[in-house]
């Protein structure tokens, strides 16, 4: 099998291609990334050398180049995306034009050369779960910030390009991910890492709002399922049903780190913060067998150990700007 893995020297692209080389040792994969923020070559520096991979430089809003390219493979999946809410309160303009021109262009060659397309969505398409119920699959999109509505507005193309041409294609919309290799803007990364730095960790708000939190190997595990397994058209959820607070988070880390929590400080919250993500992933237990096999405690505590250990892949890739308290509050554009 011969896969393109769009952002792919991401984090959850890179674990993606990582897992799936240990499992599929001769399979093909071409990771195209355009190595803007979030992606990192040297997260793939541990590939075996004797694997089929290959690196392409390109960028998935690059439409003559993405819609020839497809015709080489057989199974395209889509990590590529600007995913920090953060940044998309202060610019959206990038997340409109990768997280739903670039995915029109993907979807094109989908169209034109009859091949499968994973599309990587997240939980926060579905808005606020005001109510203790957790969305399914069927549940309303509500998004609430520019880049779930980016997200949300892709999730509508794919499904518009399957009732209309019968392309084949997958949907999943997973929780917060967790695990070595994330973007050091993130809640967990950024956390442990101003942390190590001595500087105040920063909470949003009274910090009590809830997310659902999934080691990264649970979610590209899932994903490899659904290649396999998937049914065409579906939208598929996925969860480790982790459901903790951010306040909680940030102290479940200073306290693998033996760090007091007057380490902490509350800034204020960021417009349109949502209040609970949650969603229910039966529908990928029942039909595909899939279900998390990573404990959440220990798979933080492994994280925290592994940004310890790793200063020399973080520290290049910090500023001011990545670790900001407030990220929402600055420039962007530049």
Known sequence: MKILVCGGSGFIGSTFIRNYFLNNPKSSVTNLDNLSIGSNQENLNDLPTDIHYQFIKDDIRNEIVIVDLIKNYDVVINFAAESHVDRSISNPKPFIETNIFGTYCLLEGIRKHDKLFIHISTDEVYGDAETK?????????????????????ADHLVASYYRTYGIKCITTRCSNNFGPNQFPEKLIPKTIIRTIKNLKVPIYGDGEQI???????????AIQSLILNGKM?????????????????????LNIMNK????????????????????DSSKIENKINWKPKYDFNHALKETVKWYLKNKQWWEPLIDEKVLHPQPWTLDWSK
């Open 211 to 221: 997310r659902s939190w999934i080691y990264v190997n649970d979610h590209v595990d």
């Open 133 to 153: 119920q957790s969305f399914n699959e069927k549940s309303q999109i509500n998004p609430s910030n520019p880049y779930s509505a980016t997200k949300a507005s």
């Open 260 to 279: 007091p929590y007057d380490m902490i400080e509350y800034v204020p919250d960021r417009p349109g913060h949502d209040k609970r993500y949650s969603i």
């Open 233 to 253: 058209g579906e939208v598929y959820n996925i969860t480790s049903y982790e459901e903790i607070s951010n306040k909680t988070i940030v102290e479940k880390i």
